[in-house]
């Protein structure tokens, strides 16, 4: 992951990143640009979690990333390995994929997929994300009712907001890091991106015969795992939700942190990313006091005990006037 500002020049390799993104990635470009657009260099996005969890997060300036199995949808992954089986199982859908990548780097195409195959258990059981949500001025104060009423009950809740850079997946400290946009998509349209996809590929043919065909492996690679791990039922879609995504066993880095906690009643393994500028290597403008827009708490009987509470952790991880940065929401749902 590296921080750039759109409006200046990106270095060399920065510029071919982005270049390739928006051939093999035309969905997630877009999505991308218009997020960041309004600054040209930060966007806000609100994680919804546990009172507990976030005082976990702030005291330790960890972000904890779990296991996709572990999600609320039972379907995840496989939703979206199932739209790409039927696409390429289309025999024309295929060939047009193969014709148009052989034309650039050939073998490329099918030793992708190949890779892909060999590495689906893996991607299926072994990727680790950080959930968060697009976050608007209007929530600024009570947050998404519809995201409190899909993660309440009787447990306290709240919603840290940060202040995320323009994100590249190229950085030396989170390198091995993914950040992308889900997609809330139907068969239809699934299909449609990837024919888009195809369209690109021709169109620029010449230039990405010039690219390392490493490069392009990779870059056709990540399409399909992030097309499995980034697409969601379209009756998701009110959650406007991007994912920090995390495969220790196929890009492992030795910034991230495995520990086992229990969630739920259930013993996990988790990953924490390290949000703190005094671990060698994480760029200052990636440590929490930087990060940190608002802290919302959810309607709760114990709102004032918690106010306190965080405007306490949050002075003490370094976050400037905590005190006018924490929000109670008063919307009347019972807790």
Same mark, same amino acid.
């Given at each position: 992951?590296?921080?750039?500002?759109?409006?200046?020049?990106?270095?060399?390799?920065?510029?071919?990143?982005?270049?390739?993104?928006?051939?093999?990635?035309?969905y997630?470009?877009?999505?991308?640009?218009?997020?960041?657009?309004?600054?040209?260099s930060?966007?806000?996005?609100?994680?919804?979690?546990?009172?507990?969890a976030?005082?976990?997060?702030?005291?330790?300036?960890?972000?904890?990333?779990?296991?996709?199995?572990?999600?609320?949808?039972?379907?995840?992954?496989?939703?979206?390995?199932?739209?790409?089986?039927?696409?390429?199982?289309?025999?024309?859908?295929?060939?047009?994929?193969?014709?148009?990548?052989?034309?650039?780097a050939?073998?490329?195409?099918?030793?992708?997929?190949?890779?892909?195959?060999?590495?689906?258990?893996d991607?299926?059981?072994?990727?680790?994300?950080?959930?968060?949500?697009?976050?608007?001025?209007?929530?600024?104060?009570?947050?998404?009712?519809?995201?409190?009423? #899909?993660?309440?009950?009787?447990?306290?809740?709240?919603?840290?907001?940060?202040?995320?850079?323009?994100?590249?997946?190229?950085?030396? #400290?989170?390198?091995?890091?993914?950040?992308?946009?889900?997609?809330?998509?139907?068969?239809?349209?699934?299909?449609?991106?990837?024919?888009?996809?195809?369209?690109?590929?021709?169109t620029n043919t010449?230039?990405?015969?010039?690219?390392?065909?490493?490069?392009?492996?990779?870059?056709?690679?990540?399409?399909?795992?992030?097309?499995?791990?980034?697409?969601?039922?379209?009756?998701?879609?009110?959650?406007?939700?991007?994912?920090?995504?995390?495969?220790?066993?196929?890009?492992?880095?030795?910034?991230?942190?495995?520990?086992?906690?229990?969630?739920?009643?259930?013993?996990?393994?988790?990953?924490?990313?390290?949000?703190?500028?005094?671990?060698?290597?994480?760029?200052?403008?990636?440590?929490?006091?930087?990060?940190?827009?608002?802290?919302?708490?959810?309607?709760?009987?114990?709102?004032?005990?918690?106010?306190?509470s965080?405007?306490?952790?949050?002075?003490?991880?370094?976050?400037?006037?905590?005190?006018?940065?924490?929000?109670?929401?008063?919307?009347?749902?019972?807790?």
């Amino acid at each position: 992951m590296t921080s750039i500002d759109q409006n200046q020049s990106a270095a060399p390799e920065l510029e071919l990143t982005m270049l390739l993104q928006g051939i093999f990635m035309p969905y997630a470009t877009k999505q991308r640009r218009k997020h960041y657009e309004p600054t040209g260099s930060h966007a806000r996005f609100v994680h919804y979690t546990t009172a507990e969890a976030a005082i976990k997060i702030i005291k330790s300036k960890r972000i904890w990333m779990r296991n996709t199995t572990c999600m609320s949808d039972y379907r995840e992954v496989t939703h979206g390995y199932d739209i790409l089986r039927k696409f390429f199982g289309e025999n024309t859908n295929k060939e047009k994929f193969l014709k148009a990548l052989e034309e650039c780097a050939p073998g490329v195409a099918m030793e992708a997929i190949k890779l892909f195959d060999q590495w689906f258990p893996d991607i299926q059981f072994n990727t680790y994300i950080t959930a968060v949500s697009e976050h608007v001025e209007e929530e600024d104060l009570h947050g998404r009712l519809s995201m409190w009423r #899909a993660f309440g009950g009787n447990v306290a809740r709240v919603a840290i907001v940060l202040s995320v850079p323009w994100i590249l997946e190229d950085s030396k #400290a989170l390198d091995n890091l993914v950040f992308s946009p889900v997609a809330y998509l139907k068969e239809d349209e699934v299909f449609a991106e990837l024919h888009a996809v195809v369209d690109k590929v021709r169109t620029n043919t010449a230039f990405l015969r010039s690219v390392d065909r490493k490069l392009i492996l990779n870059f056709v690679f990540n399409m399909l795992m992030t097309g499995v791990v980034c697409l969601k039922h379209e009756g998701f879609r009110e959650e406007r939700e991007w994912r920090l995504i995390y495969a220790p066993k196929r890009l492992s880095s030795p910034f991230m942190e495995p520990s086992t906690e229990i969630m739920g009643g259930i013993p996990q393994t988790i990953y924490k990313i390290p949000i703190d500028n005094t671990v060698a290597g994480i760029p200052g403008d990636l440590d929490l006091s930087k990060l940190f827009d608002r802290l919302i708490i959810a309607p709760s009987p114990y709102s004032w005990a918690m106010y306190e509470s965080f405007v306490g952790a949050l002075t003490e991880a370094g976050i400037a006037e905590a005190e006018k940065r924490v929000s109670i929401s008063t919307i009347p749902i019972r807790t």
